[in-house]
């Protein structure tokens, strides 16, 4: 991890005012790191309140603000939320106590998963059981955030998928399915962290198409890819996600 400095954070200053962020909030965030309180980096699976509002207001950040994938006219309060949230189970990243990264998992529920409907997509054609299935969404890094902090993104993604990987092991679900764009579907071959593309292009915050993985031949991939990375990934939940992802460094 690089050493942050609050010149870093100042020259971005101009940058972050337009997500939101204020000059006396980064010198604070900054005072912290002085003082060594707490873990630079962290993830965890969301489990309360403030932890929950914290991930609405970083999709409204990303989605609405630095993407402009929705007008952020549709959420006045600053809150990027929808109907799947409450089938859903949420992760947070963490720089300090600044929520810099999410994702969620969608279980198999009554609205089915929104990578089907968006892309006009049915896994049952695939001969695949909807309640062994989930779908990972909103998987995104504040691109903002990470260049104030000077982290790298790629490590935050992969820290996030570790804890997606851990949630859908201990549940026992068989198959993952995303609506993807081909940016995300490369970063994540690239680790053997394999899904494939089962239909057509569609728009949707950008382009993207249905895209489906097995946990089985998943876990094989990575393993034959980078061994680093399986033990990464699958390290029980017990151990400290701050020394792990800083003993595993994707290059």
Same mark, same amino acid.
């Given at each position: ?7 870093? $954070? ?45 991930? %609405? ?26 109907? %799947? ?40 054609? $695939? ?23 000077? $982290? ?79 033990? $990464? ?14 003993? %595993?460094?994707?290059?």
């Amino acid at each position: 991890m690089k050493k942050i400095s609050f010149d870093f $954070f100042v020259f971005n200053l101009g940058k972050l005012k337009r997500c939101g962020i204020e000059y006396d909030y980064l010198q604070k965030i900054y005072s912290r790191e002085l003082s060594g309180r707490g873990k630079v980096l962290t993830f965890h699976k969301v489990d309360t309140e403030e932890d929950l509002g914290q991930v %609405y207001r970083l999709r409204y950040q990303i989605y609405c603000l630095e993407k402009g994938f929705e007008p952020k006219e549709k959420y006045p309060d600053g809150i990027e939320m929808d109907e %799947y949230d409450v089938y859903s189970i949420h992760f947070i990243a963490k720089v300090f106590d600044v929520a810099v990264g999410t994702a969620r998992l969608i279980l198999n529920n009554p609205l089915g998963f929104p990578a089907e409907n968006y892309c006009k997509a049915d896994i049952t054609d $695939f001969s695949i059981k909807k309640e062994q299935t989930v779908e990972i969404s909103r998987f995104a890094v504040s691109n903002a955030l990470v260049r104030a902090f000077n $982290f790298d993104r790629t490590r935050i993604l992969i820290g996030l998928f570790r804890e997606v990987y851990q949630e859908t092991k201990q549940l026992g679900i068989e198959y993952l399915c995303a609506a993807m764009g081909k940016g995300l579907q490369r970063l994540l071959c690239k680790y053997g962290v394999i899904f494939s593309p089962l239909g057509p292009v569609i728009d949707y915050h950008g382009p993207r198409a249905f895209h489906l993985s097995s946990m089985l031949n998943m876990e094989e991939d990575v393993f034959l890819k980078d061994c680093g990375l399986f033990k $990464f990934i699958s390290s029980p939940g017990h151990h400290d996600p701050h020394e792990l992802i800083t003993h %595993y460094s994707p290059v």
